[in-house]
C-alpha cells in the first residue's frame, strides 16, 4: 500500500487539547487520540459513504488528524469509490502496480485544499470530494468535539466508580447541597456528589443546603444517569456501621452484630453477642453512662434502640428481643417456626408496642413468627382447647392435658400426627392405641362439620365466608383460622390461589393444601344439595 501525502491542516489542532485533558482527567493520552481518529471516521462514513475504504490518523507531529481514502490498482473499474485503473495511475504517472493500494488524503479545510490545489487538481477528479469536502469540515470538527466531551464524561464516570466501588456498604459523610425533583437530596461527598433518594429517606427528617449528613453507601449505579453513588438513611446496616463507629469492641471483632431490626425514624433492636466471655456486648455498645448508644442515638436523630443480648436458645432469644415486656410462658412450634409469648394481662400494650412496633420487630429480630397472648386470653384459649379434645371417645382430662402439653390443640392437629407422634402423649400406650385415636380424631371433627352444616342450614340468614370454610371436609377452626390469617377468607380465594403460594403462605403442608383444594372443589360442586339435606322438615299442624 502506498500512500500520495502532502502537508495538510485540520479544523482542530488537537494536541495541547489532548494532553490537557488526559492530564486533567486523568485519562490516557492514547484513549483520547483513538476516540479522535474514531470520530473524525465515523463523520467521514457519514459524509463520503460506506463505500469508501477511508483511515483516520492522528499526526503527533502537528497535532491533527488526517484523512485517507484508499483505492486498489485494477486493470477495468468495477467499483469506481473503491478502484482506479492502472491506466490512470500511469496517465497520472504515479509509481503502483496491479493489486497494489494507493492512499489519497483528503483535504477538508478550504485554505489545505487552496495549499494543495495541484494535488487537488490531480486527485480530485478521482476521489470526487470536492463537493463534500466543506460539509465533512464541519461534521467532523462538530463531531469530534461531542466524542471528545461524551469521551470525558464516560471516563470521569469510570473513575468515580472504580473510586466507590469499594465504599459501598460503609459510612460517608457530606454535605447537602441541593434538592431535586422528587425530593432527592444531591450531597456533597468530596470528590463527586452522591445522591440520597426520597425512599432512602429517613421519615420526619428534614434538611437544609449546607447541612452535614452521615450516611450508608447502599450502591454504585454505574449506568445511572445522575449521581452514581446511592445512599441511604434508612437502611438498617446504617445503624450497624454506626455503632461499628462508635464501640471499639465492634471494630476489633470481639463484639458482632447478630442482627439488626429497624423501623427508620422510630426504633430499632440489634442483637449482640461476644466471643470473650469477659466482655458484656450489651454493656460495650450502651458505654459508660449511655454514651456510646447515645452517640447512635443523636446521630439517628432520637431514634430509640434496643440492645438485645443474642441467644442459641430460640425462646430466651425471643424473650429478650420482646423486651421491655416480660414474659411468664413461651411455646413453640418448630414446625411452623411460630412462638406464642404469654404476657400478664397488664403487659399485653406493652409487649405489642404502639401499632405492633414491638413485637414486630422482635420478629423481624429473631426470625420467628410471634403471637402475644395475655394470661387470661391464654386461659381461656386451653379450657376451650381442652374441651374439643375431651370430645373424642375415650380422651380424659387427664389424657387431654397430656396432648395439650405436646403441643395439640386442635381436632386437625391430631388427624395430621403420626402414629408414632400419638403415641409419645401420656396416657397412649401404644402405636395401636394411637392409631384408634388417629381415627377417633377424624370421626369427631367430621362429626362437628355435620353439626355446623346443620346449624347453618337451619338459620335464617344466609352463611358468612367463614360458615362455608367449615362446611369443607378437613377444615377445622384452627385450619380456618390459618387461612384467614394468611388472606384466604373466602372459599374462592382459596381456590383461586396457587397451592404452593398457599402452602407458604398459611403455614399449611402442600399435602394439607391439596386436600383442602379437593374438598372444596367437591363442596362447590353440591353446596345446595349439602344444605338442603341437612334443613330439617317444618312441623306440620295437628
Excluded at 67 to 91: G, N
Excluded at 512 to 529: C, D, G, M, W
Aim: with cysteine.
Amino acid at each position: 500500500m502506498k500512500a500520495v501525502s502532502s502537508s495538510m491542516g485540520s479544523e482542530l489542532n488537537l494536541e495541547s487539547t489532548i494532553e490537557q485533558v488526559a492530564k486533567e482527567k486523568g485519562i490516557e493520552k492514547k484513549v483520547l487520540v483513538e476516540t479522535m481518529e474514531a470520530a473524525i471516521l465515523k463523520a467521514a462514513q457519514s459524509v463520503f459513504g460506506p463505500n469508501r475504504e477511508l483511515e483516520a490518523r492522528y499526526n503527533p507531529d502537528n497535532g491533527q488528524v488526517d484523512l485517507f481514502q484508499y483505492m486498489t490498482v485494477v486493470e477495468e473499474v468495477a467499483e469506481p469509490e473503491r478502484e482506479i485503473s492502472l491506466a490512470e495511475v500511469q496517465r497520472r504517472k504515479l509509481d503502483a502496480e496491479l493489486g497494489e493500494e494507493l492512499g489519497f488524503q483528503v483535504f477538508w479545510r478550504p485554505e489545505d485544499a487552496a495549499k494543495a490545489r495541484d494535488q487537488d487538481r490531480e486527485y480530485g477528479e478521482i476521489l470526487k470530494l470536492k463537493q463534500a469536502r466543506s460539509t465533512f469540515g464541519r461534521i467532523a470538527a462538530q463531531t469530534a468535539k461531542q466524542v471528545l466531551l461524551q469521551r470525558v464524561r464516560d471516563a470521569e464516570r469510570d473513575i468515580i466508580y472504580n473510586e466507590y466501588k469499594d465504599r459501598k456498604g460503609e459510612l460517608i459523610r457530606g454535605i447537602v447541597r441541593r434538592f431535586e425533583k422528587g425530593n432527592n437530596i444531591i450531597v456533597d461527598i468530596g470528590k463527586t456528589e452522591g445522591v440520597l433518594p426520597f425512599r432512602e429517606q429517613t421519615p420526619r427528617e428534614t434538611y437544609r443546603p449546607g447541612d452535614r449528613i452521615v450516611a450508608y453507601v447502599k450502591d454504585i449505579d454505574r449506568e445511572a444517569r445522575g449521581p452514581q453513588v446511592i445512599l441511604s438513611r434508612s437502611d438498617p446496616r446504617l445503624v450497624e456501621k454506626l455503632f461499628e463507629a462508635e464501640v471499639p469492641e465492634i471494630y476489633e471483632g470481639i463484639v458482632r452484630i447478630v442482627g439488626v431490626a429497624r423501623e427508620p425514624g422510630a426504633r430499632s433492636k440489634i442483637a449482640v453477642t461476644s466471643r470473650d466471655s469477659d466482655v458484656d456486648p450489651v454493656g460495650a455498645c450502651v458505654g459508660m453512662k449511655g454514651a456510646r448508644v447515645q452517640a447512635v442515638v443523636q446521630e439517628l436523630r432520637g431514634e430509640k434502640i434496643d440492645i438485645v443480648p443474642f441467644d442459641r436458645d430460640p425462646a430466651r432469644y425471643v424473650i429478650a428481643a420482646i423486651q421491655p415486656a416480660e414474659v411468664h410462658k413461651v411455646i413453640v412450634d418448630e414446625s411452623e417456626n411460630r412462638m406464642e409469648l404469654v404476657v400478664p394481662d397488664e403487659k399485653l400494650s406493652l409487649a405489642i408496642g404502639r401499632k405492633g412496633q414491638n413485637v414486630r420487630l422482635a420478629a423481624q429480630l429473631t426470625n420467628w413468627k410471634l403471637d402475644i397472648i395475655s394470661e387470661s386470653k391464654f386461659r381461656q384459649m386451653e379450657e376451650e382447647a381442652m374441651r374439643v379434645l375431651q370430645q373424642i371417645d375415650g380422651v380424659t382430662e387427664v389424657v387431654a392435658k397430656a396432648m395439650y402439653r405436646q403441643g395439640f390443640r386442635a381436632l386437625e392437629e391430631l388427624c395430621e400426627a403420626s402414629p408414632e407422634e400419638l403415641a409419645a402423649i401420656q396416657g397412649i400406650s401404644n402405636l395401636e392405641a394411637a392409631e384408634r385415636m388417629k381415627q377417633d380424631a377424624e370421626s369427631t371433627l367430621e362429626r362437628l362439620r355435620q353439626t355446623h352444616i346443620k346449624a347453618v342450614a337451619n338459620r335464617a340468614e344466609p352463611p358468612t365466608e367463614r360458615d362455608r370454610l367449615l362446611m369443607v371436609k378437613g377444615i377445622g377452626e384452627r385450619t380456618a383460622q390459618q387461612l384467614e390469617e394468611a388472606g384466604y377468607k373466602s372459599i374462592a380465594e382459596v381456590m383461586r390461589e396457587d397451592e404452593d403460594r398457599l402452602a407458604i403462605r398459611s403455614g399449611l403442608r402442600i399435602a394439607k393444601v391439596r386436600t383442602i383444594r379437593a374438598a372444596t372443589k367437591e363442596f362447590l360442586q353440591s353446596e345446595k344439595q349439602v344444605l338442603a339435606a341437612a334443613r330439617e322438615p317444618a312441623p306440620t299442624e295437628a
